[in-house]
């Protein structure tokens, strides 16, 4: 959201669509009106699977262009930045259908600033139409707000829809349409009035998509081809012919991570789909968990009793055990094998929403054995449920097998995505599917396993020596009419367009690059970078920005350069100094932005500067070791925890023996006490991981790192509820993942966000959150220029087992003998936490001394413990070590 001073006075979104691809250009006109320089964001979503190709900022007549550079080269440049202590940041994140382009630039005093942002995209035909999806989220309402979208297709239109959630009735005469054979226009020019008063609009102006959904007509069965320049495409979509019967087995993941609404709607899904099989289709069940197990040894048809009872095994499928991944496939492809029928196409379908956790783990291991064991011989799906599936190991293995990965998310239309994709396969009409070109080159794919009802096969390459005249093409293929060769020849009589623009070349560049990075996912070695080195010079020469590119973003003299990455969905996005492994469409600042620009314009909403926390005199910590009480130890032992899990043993063991013998610095605490006059006190080592609050009631979790230094607090933290929602806070600005979307804030805004259950109020660099019965409020503070979180409980939540630093109750007696009576309730020991990662990478040698002391009776077996399994403990911790704690006492 924008700061109110700025004014967006004309934002344009021109899309064109020329033989299916689309170059869409985002132009936002926005003016500094007030009397002093301040920073201006630029803030869109763009399709997930486009490119970007062009970006652009103009001010004061001077244009600033994104240049396109291999993605280690620009990474070495902004680490080298932060290595010069510079400042950096993600501000961009990735979606379900769209991933954001953000950044920002500092405009002199009643000055202005254009930014153009161009992207491109080849339209993918499902279910029979194509889909244009343009986002509109300005920010603010925009007096010269457009939407200009031109379609140009040889031939012909067959239909032309407009739908979205900006296609309502009170926005219906902002739009028009004009249909002429192969040509459409679309116009969405709404009203200032009426950007702030649609359903989807606020105060904030448009927020919604605007779907532009159409298909062309299909006069031969050879389809369409076009030429340019040199380069041709070619789009098969016959849809004359008669449907395959299939043989379809379905493999659902039924172990215990798919419980609740995910095997709800996987069941939902799957008696819909149960329901859609034809007569003369055949089909199998397998479930599996920790085992395997199949609804019929064998496929059957798929008749009214078999239905039925099919349904009536679906109906009562439950999640439970682990997920052996692989025997299941193994078995579905045994099944299919087993009962081959002439005259039809088979096919598996994958649904899990986990790894492998039991069987056969080992992922190479896995992909090798279901390729050997399909052989080519039909394709497998593998649909990833939910974001914390690995998407990547299910992607891998159905494009080694001819399929494609899909990822299913875990909202409430769930069930039609799975009743979707299923659709988009259910009518085969073609198989073993080869485009032959005579007189092409440098083609892109030309082999297909199968051709379905609605789906399209894209083909695009070079004409040899630019000879149209000898240039042919050719499909064979196999269907069911005669179950013999199917082929056509498109006549050389018959006129070829040709047309003065380029965009089929970047078609061309754009389908070979996609491909060029699935067959990467497949390959390893020399293979593996010859491929990634044909898709790197493609995307270098035509600008795209890809998971092999990213964009530089220049700006004027002093401000930050900007790294753009092309996102990857699944990871979190990272605002961290290291160099990112990719996560949003990401921005890094190669030079720290000044801080003078924020005070300067903000003087005016902001009354105080956050400074820090008090002071933390030294003259306080006038305590001892015996203050301590179950709880605090309690609560501190739980913190520690959570830092032991965040490393791997080896890495701990590693470091561990550098760790403790260095001295860290340290971070300090205090903590009232009843009873005492003094408040308690213990320092941490500062970069440590702390677990400040804990409530299983609902299913809240707060966890914190602490900075750098000691004279600050923490510089990350994370808040968890629930599975799917997580906010994320450092001294950059805050992440909020609603379990479908993730936003991003900057400190600078002001923002009240709210959804069923999270209520989100920025505003003076506070951030206020209130989750169920919880509120916190998280402060951005500075104090000798560092920058740092501080969290403060404004109300506890209610119920028991409430734990972390800001979650028990601090009591402590005045009779230091109880404080060595601890119970096995109070501190356990936990191998397992013990064997996750090493305490000794943590605490020095005093803080582990004086900690065991402390545990009295319990301290020699738990140092037992640690001798065991952590060769540096018996280095810092003598066995003696309790005649110090009688010294201490």
Not at 733 to 754: A, P, R, V
Request: hydrophobic fraction near 35%; proline fraction near 4%.
């Amino acid at each position: 959201c924008p700061n109110g001073d700025w004014d967006i006075y004309s934002f344009h979104i021109n899309s064109t669509v020329t033989s299916r691809y689309a170059t869409t250009i985002i132009t936002s006109r926005v003016a500094n009106p007030i009397n002093q320089s301040q920073e201006i964001e630029f803030h869109v979503k763009i399709p997930k699977n486009a490119f970007i190709s062009k970006f652009k900022m103009t001010i004061e007549g001077q244009t600033y262009d994104g240049v396109v550079k291999q993605k280690e080269e620009a990474q070495q440049q902004y680490t080298q930045a932060v290595s010069r202590g510079q400042s950096a940041g993600i501000v961009s994140s990735v979606g379900r259908t769209l991933e954001e382009f953000k950044t920002s630039v500092t405009v002199a005093a009643l000055s202005k600033v254009t930014f153009e942002l161009t992207y491109e995209e080849l339209l993918k035909r499902r279910l029979g139409k194509y889909e244009l999806l343009i986002h509109a989220r300005p920010m603010q309402p925009v007096a010269d707000f457009k939407i200009d979208v031109y379609i140009n297709e040889r031939p012909g239109i067959n239909f032309l829809e407009i739908t979205g959630g900006l296609s309502t009735k009170a926005l219906a005469n902002a739009i028009t349409k004009t249909h002429a054979s192969s040509e459409a226009w679309v116009h969405f020019y709404p009203s200032k009035e009426q950007q702030s008063q649609c359903e989807s609009c606020g105060e904030q102006g448009l927020n919604g998509d605007l779907v532009i959904a159409y298909d062309v007509h299909r006069n031969t069965s050879m389809g369409d081809l076009n030429e340019s320049e040199g380069y041709f495409v070619h789009h098969f979509a016959p849809s004359d012919l008669p449907r395959i019967p299939k043989n379809v087995v379905f493999i659902i993941d039924q172990s215990g991570s798919m419980h609740g609404r995910k095997m709800e709607q996987t069941r939902e899904a799957l008696l819909k789909i149960l329901g859609d099989l034809a007569e003369d289709d055949h089909f199998g069940l397998i479930t599996f968990d920790s085992s395997v197990s199949t609804w019929r040894k064998e496929l059957l048809p798929a008749n009214q009793d078999n239905l039925e009872a099919a349904k009536s095994f679906a109906r009562h499928i439950h999640e439970r055990g682990a997920t052996d991944i692989n025997a299941a496939v193994l078995e579905g492809t045994a099944m299919l094998n087993r009962h081959p029928h002439d005259g039809s196409v088979s096919l598996l379908i994958l649904l899990t929403d986990g790894d492998p956790t039991t069987g056969e783990t080992n992922l190479e291991k896995i992909h090798k054995n279901i390729k050997e064991a399909i052989g080519k011989k039909f394709p497998l799906y593998c649909l990833g449920f939910g974001m914390d599936v690995n998407f990547d190991f299910l992607e891998k293995m159905a494009l080694e097998n001819s399929g494609v990965g899909r990822r299913i998310y875990t909202d409430s239309d769930a069930a039609l995505q799975l009743q979707g994709f299923y659709e988009e396969v259910a009518t085969p009409l073609l198989t073993d599917v080869q485009m032959v070109y005579l007189g092409g080159a440098n083609l892109t794919q030309t082999n297909f396993s199968q051709y379905y009802n609605g789906s399209e096969i894209v083909v695009a390459g070079q004409i040899t020596d630019n000879n149209i005249k000898m240039f042919t093409a050719e499909v064979i293929a196999i269907s069911k009419s005669n179950r013999v060769m199917y082929s056509e020849t498109l006549p050389m009589e018959e006129p070829i367009e040709a047309r003065s623009d380029s965009h089929i070349q970047r078609l061309w560049a754009y389908l070979t690059v996609k491909q060029l990075l699935d067959k990467e996912v497949q390959l390893s070695g020399k293979a593996k970078d010859k491929v990634k080195k044909e898709a790197l010079d493609l995307c270098l020469k035509y600008g795209f920005v890809t998971p092999l590119t990213s964009m530089v973003v220049t700006k004027p003299q002093g401000e930050d350069s900007q790294v753009a990455h092309k996102p990857k969905e699944g990871e979190k996005p990272t605002r961290s100094s290291q160099v990112p492994s990719g996560s949003g469409l990401q921005f890094f600042n190669r030079h720290v932005h000044s801080e003078q620009n924020y005070h300067h314009h903000h003087t005016h909403t902001h009354t105080h500067t956050h400074e820090g926390p008090p002071a933390m005199p030294d003259s306080l910590c006038e305590c001892s070791l015996m203050f301590f009480s179950q709880s605090i130890l309690r609560t501190l032992l739980h913190s520690l925890c959570l830092s032991l899990s965040l490393f791997s043993l080896s890495l701990s063991l590693s470091l561990s023996l550098s760790l403790s013998l260095s001295v860290s610095p340290l971070q300090r605490f205090l903590l009232p006490a009843e009873g005492q006059a003094l408040p308690l006190c213990y320092d941490i080592p500062v970069a440590l991981s702390l677990r400040l609050l804990k409530d299983p009631n609902n299913e809240l979790s707060m966890n914190g790192q602490l900075g750098q230094s000691a004279s600050a607090g923490y510089r990350k933290i994370v808040i968890h509820y629930k599975s799917d929602q997580h906010i994320e806070l450092d001294t950059t600005g805050i992440t909020f993942n609603d379990g479908q979307n993730i936003t991003y804030f900057s400190w600078i805004l002001k923002i009240n966000h709210e959804t069923d259950s999270v209520s989100l109020i920025l505003r003076d660099k506070e951030m206020d959150v209130t989750i169920a019965s919880t509120r916190v409020v998280i402060m951005l503070y500075k104090r000798n220029g560092i920058k740092f979180l501080w969290p403060v409980l404004r109300q506890r939540p209610t119920g028991e087992n409430i734990i972390g630093i800001m979650g028990d109750s601090i009591l402590v007696s005045s009779d230091h003998n109880t404080f060595t009576q601890l119970s096995s309730e109070s501190f356990r020991c936990s191998l397992a936490n013990f064997r996750r990662a090493c305490i000794c990478a943590f605490l020095s040698r005093g803080t582990l001394q004086a900690l065991f002391c402390f545990l009295g009776d319990y301290g020699p077996s738990c140092l037992e413990i640690i001798d065991k399994i952590l060769p540096c403990s018996s280095g810092l911790i003598p066995h003696h070590s309790h005649d110090h704690c009688n010294s201490t006492r």
